[in-house]
């Protein structure tokens, strides 16, 4: 009866999405690179967000990706964690499996290709000029703000390719009169919190309004306002959830709040008790461990269990 439970509990795990292939390494080249084209986006956008991962449109990515079709589609989930999803496809090609087998091939040559589409796009008439802009708008899309990719490479994936596959939310390429992918202006004046909090010329978000800024960070950035000769904005590092610090100059780890402690996977930091608060699906000191970790537990425990009902079904016959 337990194996059976341990079979069904793994299974249901296993056929609602595994983490992405990407290692963490990767994750952070694909958003280096998303947002600094983002950055680049020619007119200057005004209202451009910064993009984040998100996991669960990483797991969708992967499990598509794993198909090997290259063809817009979606796995099916119970619940979306968007209403809309965008999403890019590239598929690289290469007779050198090292190449086609390199990060290069998982993460540059995609979202490349994708910005490569920018040439024929006119923004003031919102026209493409060429065979297809659908990847370069999507890519440039000021109000998406969370990406989440995943690939098959070309040992993986017949007829010599490795296949990307990113999710976007909310999704591009609609909902906008005039369907233009961003408004341009100067870099971070039009955002849409309606306060410019700003990173390196892309919006950020703050969820608890006037931030204070911290000498350590989690995951994301706020920024507080300074005087008008200041400039529109000053970027400061701050805490995942504002106002749980106050703010130390060239001060050592032990007067830093919980002497610097980082909540991953959008945990947060309870300073109270320093501990850290997880989402849902995650745990650890510092909310490292998730749902991955889980399905690998899953395929070794199926294996146990098939092997422990092999040499039940030897004993048997003998």
Known sequence: MLSLFLITLCWFVILHGRKTDYSPGEIQILLDLHNNYRKRA????????????QDELASMAQDWADVCGFEHGHPKRDELPFNGIGQNLNKF????????????????????????????????????????????????WARTQYVGCGYLNGSRCPGMFTYVVCNYGPMGNKGLDPKVPYIKGKACSKCDSGHGWCDDG??????????????NSDSRFCSTLYEPNCGIIRPELCR???????????????????????????????????????????SGNHCEHGAGNIIGSCWSMLLVLALVSLLYLLNLNC
């Open 42 to 53: 020619v007119p200057e956008a005004a209202n451009m967000m910064r993009l984040e991962w």
């Open 240 to 282: 995942a959830q504002c106002r749980h610090c106050a703010p130390f100059r060239n001060t050592t780890n032990t007067r830093k709040c919980c002497a610097g402690k980082i909540c991953h996977n959008k945990g947060y930091l309870n300073t109270e008790g320093c501990h850290c608060v997880c989402k849902n699906g995650y």
């Open 202 to 215: 892309l919006c950020i978000e703050c969820p608890g309004g006037n931030c204070e800024a911290c000498e």
């Open 93 to 140: 090609t290469s007779t050198n499996l090292a190449r086609l087998n390199s990060v290069e091939a998982r993460t540059v040559q995609a979202v490349q290709a994708w910005w490569d589409e920018e040439r024929w796009y006119n923004y003031e008439s919102s026209s493409c000029t060429g065979p297809i802009c659908g990847h370069y708008t999507q890519l440039v």
